[in-house]
């Protein structure tokens, strides 16, 4: 079975800085693109970034060009999403998604309050 386990969320101040780790399991890691993906209290699910299998091709939406940073381990089978300089609009509840599109299978998600 397809398992995606999201950590490293917690609280921080406004422009500090946080790593998102994402372990992959039940697939063949390095063949599949991956993607975060976030849900704000009150709103709807948002792609934030994505990645190719290879790393190469890399996606970000406007509201975290510039500050999110997407990466992957695919000797390690882990995902991972860099969060810097962050805003109080970007408390939510994060996951990893084993998809493009972020409409994948998805984990159970880490907390991200920045207050």
């Known amino acids: 079975d397809v398992q995606l386990v999201e950590s490293g969320g917690g609280l921080v101040q406004p422009g500090g800085s946080l790593r998102l780790s994402c372990a992959a399991s039940?697939?063949?890691?390095?063949?599949?693109?991956m993607s975060w993906v976030r849900q704000g209290p009150g709103k709807p699910l948002e792609r934030v970034a994505a990645?190719?299998?290879?790393?190469?091709?890399?996606y970000y939406a406007d509201s975290v060009k510039g500050r999110f940073t997407i990466s992957r381990d695919n000797g390690k089978n882990t995902l991972y999403l860099q969060l810097n300089s962050l805003k109080s609009e970007d408390t939510a509840t994060y996951y990893c998604?084993?998809?493009?599109?972020?409409?994948?299978?998805r984990g159970q998600g880490t907390q991200v309050t920045v207050s």
């Open positions: 039940g697939f063949i890691f390095s063949d599949a693109a």
């Open positions: 998604s084993r998809s493009w599109l972020g409409n994948g299978v």
């Open positions: 990645i190719n299998s290879g790393g190469i091709m890399q």
